[in-house]
């Protein structure tokens, strides 16, 4: 079975640590990361090597230094394309409409159920499974912005 590569990018270590567990308990190959230009690096790096690809980036929005939108603007400006799910305490509009805009991005508000982010992932990365390995159909509490794109350039459908 092929592990999808998951870059998860978030300053609160105590998050940060949660995240990596209950997504390598999925079966995800999990790569973290608190400092976002740190995180950049990493995407570069594995943009050079098919080994380290990312499948998927998960970042917040709201942290020091480079901010999400940031480091999201950054791998537009460098050609990375890369699924990118947001998670955020601050999903007000104005942010959903910068994320609209940039494309091709998820938003997941915190605080939300574990259930909720793995089915996310799997429904990103094209699989329509529940953590009991069963196919769902529902996207229950999630929203996705027009234009998200699977990696290989195909589009998800709603």
């Known amino acids: 079975m092929d592990r999808k590569h998951i870059l998860l990018v978030d300053d609160d270590l105590n998050l940060l640590r949660s995240l ?60 990375f394309s890369v699924p990118v799910l947001v998670i955020t305490a601050y999903g007000d509009s104005k942010l959903k409409k910068e994320l609209s805009r940039r494309g091709g991005l998820y938003c997941l508000d915190k605080p939300f159920y574990e259930e909720n982010l793995i089915q996310e992932v799997f429904r990103i990365l094209g699989k329509n499974i529940d953590l009991a390995g069963n196919n769902y159909q529902g996207e229950g509490e999630m929203e996705k912005t027009p234009g998200a794109m699977l990696p290989g350039g195909k589009e998800i459908e709603s």
Not at 23 to 50: H, M, P, S, W, Y
């Open 20 to 79: 990596e567990f209950i997504l390598e308990a999925a079966d995800f190959r999990v790569t973290t990361e608190a400092n976002r230009q740190k995180a950049l690096e990493k995407v570069i790096l594995a943009g050079k090597d098919q080994a380290k690809s990312i499948d998927l980036l998960i970042t917040d929005i709201q942290m020091p230094g480079l901010t999400g939108l940031q480091l999201i603007d950054e791998l537009c400006r460098l050609s």
